[in-house]
């Protein structure tokens, strides 16, 4: 059974930082490639980061360029996303996701982060 975790969300003052992990098992996680996306109350998924299969290559959405990290390790099958000067605006939950084309595609639960003084 593949199950994907994410932990690491919390309450944090604006300017603090968080940093969020994706737990895999049930699936070799250097087959997939891996994205975060963010849902906030009433707005649509985005997608915030991603990481190609060996971690050479990433992406992120420019409303957290500079701001977010996003790494992993293949040999422990996690993956993190380090986020630093949070905003109010980065309060959603956030999700992890695996890609793996005829693999399969699979989310975590989510893990909610909160931006508030």
């Known amino acids: 059974q593949v199950q994907l975790v994410e932990s690491g969300g919390g309450l944090v003052q604006p300017g603090g930082s968080l940093r969020l992990s994706c737990a895999a098992s049930g699936i070799t996680l250097s087959n997939y490639a891996m994205n975060w996306h963010r849902q906030a109350p009433g707005q649509k998924r985005e997608l915030v980061a991603a990481?190609?299969?060996?971690?050479?290559?990433?992406l992120y959405a420019d409303s957290v360029k500079g701001r977010f990290t996003v790494s992993r390790d293949n040999v422990e099958n996690k993956m993190y996303l380090e986020m630093n000067n949070l905003k109010p605006e980065d309060t959603a939950v956030y999700y992890c996701?695996?890609?793996?084309?005829?693999?399969?595609?699979?989310w975590g639960q989510g893990t909610q982060v909160t931006v508030s003084s």
């Open positions: 990481i190609g299969r060996a971690g050479d290559s990433t």
């Open positions: 996701q695996a890609v793996g084309g005829a693999l399969g595609n699979y």
